[in-house]
């Protein structure tokens, strides 16, 4: 069964700094990965996908990046901002099969001015 | 692209009532998924269509809980019988394929009295 643990579970930061937010998983048998952004009572916000056959994706200020053979990605936001904060998650979609997304619990993420 | 809409937005119910919730796929997006999310955990699958056929199901999916999308357009997710453990937000999602990123309406906050 996968498992997919993210860490830090809460980070606070100023303003301007660059974070790595982790996505680690069991079973490196995937078809894809993709983060989400959450807000407070809201449904997730798609930020990037990543294939399996694939090492990283780009989008503005977010990266991410995907090591299979490790069973890890990493989220990376360049300059962060308060209007950053929000939960990020992280959902696995194994292959062989079944392509049943697996989620993180998240890393809750919150930008002081 | 209007986005995911997930009908109502809050139910408040007594224990023992039936209660349905409706969600609209993106337009042209054959794949439509079922999510259950409790506070401080990331979404757990419950099912799931491609166009009208349910090809998957949780264990989680009691017989108590029942999804359909006729048509292969919208979709409705009953659950019967409800008990305090349901109370969740039930999120819905759709994508144009397995390879392609899933798309999350806001969800339908469910609380059982």
């Known amino acids: 069964k996968q498992e997919v643990t993210q860490i830090p579970a809460a980070l606070s930061v100023p303003e301007g700094e660059n974070l790595v937010l982790n996505c680690s998983f069991t079973?490196?048998?995937?078809?894809?990965l993709q983060w989400f952004r959450q807000d407070p009572g809201k449904g997730l916000t798609s930020l990037l996908l990543?294939?399996?056959?694939?090492r990283e994706q780009t989008s503005g200020r977010l990266n991410a990046s995907l090591d299979k053979s490790s069973g890890r990605s990493t989220l990376y936001i360049a300059a962060s901002q308060p209007g950053d904060s929000a939960t990020y998650l992280c959902?696995?979609?194994?292959?062989?099969?079944?392509?049943?997304?697996?989620f993180g619990r998240g890393t809750s993420l919150i930008v002081h001015p | 692209d209007t986005g995911v809409s997930q009908n109502p937005r809050h139910k408040i119910t007594k224990r023992g009532q039936n209660v349905t919730f409706r969600c609209d796929p993106i337009?042209?997006?054959?794949?439509l998924y079922w999510y259950r999310q409790t506070l401080g955990q990331g979404p757990e699958f419950l099912t799931y269509?491609?166009?009208?056929?349910?090809?998957?199901k949780s264990r989680l999916l009691s017989d108590r809980f029942s999804a359909e999308r006729p048509k292969g357009s919208f979709s409705t997710l009953e659950i019967q019988r409800t008990e305090q453990g349901d109370s969740a937000m039930y999120l819905c999602?759709?994508?144009?394929?397995?390879?392609?990123?899933?798309?999350f309406g806001d969800g339908t906050r469910l609380s059982i009295l």
């Open positions: 999602a759709s994508s144009l394929g397995i390879n392609q990123p899933q798309h």
């Open positions: 079973d490196s048998a995937i078809y894809n």
């Open positions: 990543i294939q399996s056959s694939q």
């Open positions: 959902a696995v979609r194994a292959s062989g099969g079944s392509y049943i997304p697996t």
């Open positions: 337009s042209e997006h054959n794949r």
């Open positions: 269509f491609q166009n009208e056929a349910q090809l998957e």
